[in-house]
């Protein structure tokens, strides 16, 4: 099996300095990563965390950047919203016997970490996922195993599973909000529930700035013909502001 690296914290936070407004959050973040590293509790059962806020205030984001600093690849993407229906679980676990595509040997989503099991894996827009998948991903927080109906046990006990919810909720009423979405006993199976932050007008018009930087550098790279102004119009940029809606990032 693969061996844990020792992560470059200074490197990971200078990668994750271009998050606007998530300051916090992101140290927050990083204080569970490190402690899970020094690895002074041996564990049975993956780290979880649900990130929690908006949609666009970089839940995502730093989840890949994350992934990619810690285990030099990309994360385990899993779109809830593509397992909304109960059926749909046999894409995590493969279909049971006498079924249709139980003899199939496609590779299932957690089959790579029998090879490399220090990974970390994106359950995004978790609220999305049937009933019964989220269920499936209860008992993986409780266990740290995941049995497939092809015959073999998944250890996740040396990933790290972090899920996202674009509900927006405020940071006092935290665990009723998310009640709305998700089984009680669900909640409480995440060791670390973050709240992001939602973005200020000001904020939103620094990631608007600097977007507009990187993409004009790129785009004069590529063609000295077109002539992009060096920043953007201050009335354009008022008319951003004016129109920025918080609640949708």
Known sequence: NAEQENTDFDALRQK????????????QILRVIRNHEKGLFPRKKPVTFLFTGTSGVGKTEITR?????????????????????????N??????????????????????LESNPYQIILLDEFEKGHKEVQRLFMRVFDEGLLQTNRGTTVDFSKAIIIATTNAAISKTTEVEELKKWFDAELINRFEHIINFNTISADTYIDII???????SARISKISHSINLKPEIDPDDLQKMRDEYVPDFG
Do not use: W
């Open 209 to 215: 700035k600097d977007i507009y930087a990187t993409e």
């Open 16 to 27: 994750l300095s271009h998050i606007k407004g998530q300051d916090d959050v992101i140290d």
């Open 65 to 89: 950047i994350i992934a990619e600093t810690i285990t030099g690849k990309k994360p385990i993407i899993i779109n809830m919203t593509e397992y909304s229906h109960s059926t749909a679980i």
């Open 91 to 112: 894409n995590i676990i493969g279909s049971s016997a006498g079924f249709i595509g139980s003899d199939s040997k496609t590779e299932l989503p957690f089959d790579c």
